[in-house]
């Protein structure tokens, strides 16, 4: 059974996720073996352990000579896009989060922040369902009927 830890300890370094990325965006008759050294520069050390990690999470498979991404190496990849593009909003994200631990922050301007902020319309998407859910939670939470989960509630 694969993990978790398994999966992102196969990309965790920048050579396995170069690996993985190259695999996911090209051609697949060009994923050879000799043709991924190639490109890559990887020392064959390098490039077969990192292989043999994408393999056993189930990330890539070999078929006919050639690499390609599983259907659970294909949603991973779309994982990692999506958190790319999250890194490459961090500034706008630590703004938003700033804006909301202030005193003067209105719930209501959350939505045209966010739209005023972030360009991509996934994560404007992802943002308004996780301040949605957050809203609901407060709510709950300052009506008498509500506890806290305790942390063996949530994992049971």
Sequence with gaps: ???VVDILAAISDDKSLLLFKTIA?????????DTLLGILHFTRKQYYSRMYKLAK???????????????MGRIVYDAQTTLEKVVG???KLKAVDALEMSDEFQVEE???IINAL???EQLKDQLSKSHSSL?????????SSYHSPRISEIYT
């Design 57 to 71: 999470a189930g990330l890539v498979l070999k078929k006919n000579g050639k690499y390609l991404l599983t259907n």
């Design 135 to 143: 809203s609901k939670d407060l709510q709950a939470r300052s009506s």
């Design 110 to 112: 959350y939505d045209k």
């Design 25 to 33: 965006l090209s051609d697949i008759e060009s994923n050879s073996s």
């Design 118 to 120: 972030i360009d991509n």
């Design 1 to 3: 059974m694969v993990s």
């Design 89 to 91: 909003n961090y500034w």
